[in-house]
């Protein structure tokens, strides 16, 4: 799948404890932002310091790098409401490399 450069290529990804919060928070990104969710990872890790919620959730997005700034900035302020910040994970690469485009679209 190519990515049009028009729609942005920059890639945001966001790691979250709980399923349901990733999609509480893929909605609120849809309704507030112009970006595209491109995968979501769905990982249990194997020692379970995550008690409470046993899943870690990456949500894997693109678009320009204004909206993906401000779809992390937005995506994490509404994890807080369920998360500890220290169990959310956040990172933007404004122009990934091409070699990295199947990882970015792959779900596990």
């Known amino acids: 799948m190519s990515y049009s450069s028009r729609s942005g290529n920059a890639l945001g990804m966001l790691e979250v404890c709980g399923y349901a919060t990733?999609?509480?928070?893929?909605s609120e990104m849809y309704q507030h932002m112009d970006?595209?969710?491109?995968?979501?990872?769905?990982?249990?890790?194997?020692?379970?310091?995550?008690?409470?919620?046993?899943?870690?959730?990456?949500?894997?997005?693109?678009?320009?790098?204004?909206?993906?700034?401000?779809a992390i900035e937005l995506g994490y302020n509404i994890a807080l409401r369920y998360n500890e910040k220290e169990d959310i994970i956040q990172s933007v690469i404004?122009?990934?490399?091409?070699?990295?485009?199947?990882?970015?679209?792959?779900?596990?």
Not at 22 to 26: G, Q
Not at 39 to 64: D, S
């Open 94 to 108: 404004a122009n990934p490399h091409p070699g990295i485009q199947k990882l970015i679209e792959s779900s596990k």
């Open 35 to 70: 970006i595209q969710v491109v995968a979501i990872n769905i990982n249990k890790p194997a020692v379970a310091i995550l008690e409470k919620i046993p899943l870690q959730a990456q949500i894997k997005f693109r678009g320009t790098i204004d909206q993906v700034k401000a």
């Open 22 to 26: 990733a999609l509480i928070v893929i």
